[in-house]
């Protein structure tokens, strides 16, 4: 994963037919792992779309995406979505299951993510137990046990409140310790100033609309 890289070149996007209305354009940047870009804008500028392009689901009407050693891509949404009944652990060992570790290899990497995402004392609780935002950290915990090249995280604080905000912030940065390029789209200041990059959206669209 020494190369691993996504090099964005002039992309710009739109979903006028006409493309007069860009949402962003001549964006020029190069993500790369043990960054953890903040990807910010008003909603409705675009975040969730530059997300699905940097993953390669969308095409940009302008500009290229070259993604180089990225692997497979994992999203994190917004909305926490675990099995009820099932164990916080057992949500991360699941990834490390399916790449074929025994189980008790397993539980000790979802228990060292557990950690790293303030989640150790809660390993056993069933996911119904967890709070939105214990659950959003499990989510983080199990996108960095999906080995995944690429984290792509939407919005993950917008459903909860500033103090809850506040405990799934202040874990981003671990986010890259897989070795994973991450962007975390957000509009949530204080998400952004976890990150370690800031990409603001309003720097890429300021002809929007004029030429
Ligand atoms: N598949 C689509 N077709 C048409 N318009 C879309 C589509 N997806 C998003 N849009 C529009 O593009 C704009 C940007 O959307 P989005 O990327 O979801 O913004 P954000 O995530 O910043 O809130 C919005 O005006 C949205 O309505
Ligand atoms: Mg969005």
Redesign the pocket.
Known sequence: MDGRRVILDDVGHS?DPTGDDM?FRHLTMTLWPKHVYALT??????????LSIIAGWVRPVSGTVTRIDCGRVCWVLQNPHGVARRSAVDHVALPFIARGEDRRDAESHAMRLLRAFGLETLAYKPFRDLSGGEAQRLMLARGVASHAGLLLVDEPTAQLDLNTAATVNAYLNNLSMGGAIVVV?THDPRTRDACTDLIDLGDWQKERGHD
């Open positions: 979903f949402l804008g008003p909603s409705g500028s675009g975040k969730s779309t530059l789209a």
